[in-house]
């Protein structure tokens, strides 16, 4: 069913808006950086996009126990995404709880949503099945997940297959409110699907993950980095052997940030083997790490211990959101006919 | 299980926060006006009490095929109890949809809520019994309720024993929500269950009601309220025989809204029966009606017909309302830690 969109929307011509949301749930390493960061960061420098970045701390209080996290890992994430190089200057970072107009935008989604619909959400089930007692806020995520996007009429929202079935709600509930209410006022939204890009951990077994204590973080001291890159299992394969970087998770490691020539010179060093153990390699990573992260450390340290600068930096973004925002709510208000005027 | 209460509220010294919530899903008739709309009002005139009267249109969108109603219906629900001598003094007339506090603050209610309570909730199971669809609004309502009370540290709400379940959701929330974030935060507060009034309609046999065709409105055209008058059902007695008001629907209408003088002057009337017909009682019923709502006709009208002077009479309310939300919203959202300062 294709549906009109509203013919008054937001968007710059020429320029795809893209909505990404990053949750604020634990400390970053470089696993988060090569499969979210990164990426974000470069469409920020792509002129053909309008990035909206977005902290989306509201999400990451729907387990109970955890409902004081996001609060602790916010001023980490924001800091992370401006150390390494996300532009402001035609894209936008805003923090999801700064923005009032989402909450209220999930309500009105939630008042043409069936509950059956949510009651099928895979991220749900899997709750159920894991014998965990569900939050109404877990229960009610892919509403709130869908007033983010049609909060900031986003056209395009980057996910992961895991997230494919939450950009269908999103879509079906763009379609829903549109009929209630006769005429095209949210825009829909269309998925990007993508491979979720993993990387392995420090274990060299399982995917890197702060869960798994298998991580390698981004800003820590350069001693603990040391410590953890010495700490990659590798086979026994000697100095002088030739060694397939495709199975070397120091390789892998180092591939996820890298430059091309650092990433280049291990990959031939390690193949030829000669000379070049994991040792080597390992002391390359260190240095590698220290050049793209380390020497951001202290930028980043200065941004979390200085939120008010931080605050000020991205004053511009939640002015630009906030106005964004209230324009759409209001179309939507005037579709229902709320307020008093 | 007796939790504190916050100690730094916003609560006035000798005065009880009352809130009470107006739904807008129809024109309002005799019957609102002696179960909700009078009782208010007389509330707003007792020094004791401050009160919140909250137009809850957010509440009317929850069944999706009559999304637009609140929208049709709300200046006139906001006339009706300004035109009957609301009191704003010291009290408030809160229109919902202007609070977004309410539904951030509903976000983080929903994430200390199981998703079990709300499947328990009994408006929910008979929504589910009737064979309806529900919506995730509906199902989601004990939240956004509670969210309403919380939101404005309400101490009392008078409900109706089919609201009594609601308040004690609202209290677990409270409770909840204190101890996820390890301190008392959020205002818990007291239902005061009432016998929700019922007034016969004028059919003579159900309760007044809009979906029964059997209602008195309040400022319809003159013509209109003596039709409806001389349709009301009546037994056979003739004009001399002695009639029982308790079983006479032109008395028990009468009585709903009437002085003191007219309800003694009509019962004894009937009672004794002598030369006072049921034509008389209606007579009497249509004067009355008049007395009471008729000679308030072009008030009403005028309202509805000035959305803006309405608008500036409720400006007071709204900022008080606004300050009160921005308190509870800022406490809440220190003790999640939540924002970048």
Redesign the interface.
């Known amino acids: 069913m294709t549906q009109p969109q509203p013919s008054h929307t937001t968007h710059t011509p020429g320029r795809v808006r893209v909505l990404t949301g990053a949750k604020p749930t634990s400390e970053l390493h470089v696993g988060n950086y090569f499969g979210a960061i990164r990426p974000a960061i470069e469409a920020s420098h792509d002129a053909g996009k309008e990035v909206i970045l977005m902290c989306v ?2 999400h990451g ?2 387990d ?1 126990s955890k ?2 996290e ?3 890992y ?2 980490g994430l ?1 800091a992370t995404y401006l150390t390494m190089g996300f532009s402001l200057e035609k894209n936008m970072i805003v ?1 999801q ?2 923005i ?2 989402i ?2 935008i ?13 009651e099928r959400a895979h991220a749900y089930k899997d709750a159920l099945n894991s014998g965990k ?8 995520y892919p ?2 997940m869908a007033a983010d996007i049609v909060t900031f009429d986003a056209q395009v929202v980057p996910v992961g297959k895991d997230q494919s079935q939450h950009l269908e709600y999103a879509s079906d509930m763009v379609k ?1 409110f549109n009929n ?2 006769g005429r095209p006022v949210l825009f829909e939204p269309k998925a990007l699907i993508q491979e979720t890009p993993l990387l392995i951990g420090i274990d060299g077994e399982r995917k890197m993950s702060k869960s798994y204590g298998n991580h390698l973080p981004l800003f820590a001291p350069k001693k603990e980095i040391e410590k953890r890159i010495k700490e990659i299992k590798t086979d026994s394969k000697g100095l002088d052997d030739p060694k397939d970087p495709e199975t070397c998770a120091v390789f892998q490691i180092l591939k996820s940030f890298a430059s091309k020539e650092s990433i280049a010179y291990m990959e031939e060093r390690l193949r030829t083997g000669t000379g070049y153990g994991y040792g080597h390699a390992k002391k390359d990573l260190i240095d590698e790490h220290e050049r793209v992260f380390g020497c951001k450390r202290e930028l980043y340290e200065h941004y979390i211990n200085s ?2 600068e ?2 000020q930096l ?1 004053t511009p973004s939640h002015n630009s959101a906030r106005q964004l925002a209230a324009t759409v709510r209001q179309r939507v ?1 005037d579709a ?6």
Do not use: H, Q
């Not at 999930?106 to 059956?116: E, H, I, Q």
């Not at 007692?133 to 009610?140: D, H, V």
């Not at 229902?336 to 005027?341: N, T």
């Open positions: 701390d509201w209080l729907t109970r409902i004081l996001p609060g602790k916010t001023a924001l923090l709880s700064e009032p107009e909450p209220e999930a309500w009105y989604l939630s008042c043409v949503s069936a509950v059956g619909l949510l007692e569900p939050t109404a806020g877990l229960f009610n509403i709130l829903l209630a209410v939120p008010r931080m605050a991205l208000r229902l006919s709320l307020g008093i005027l």
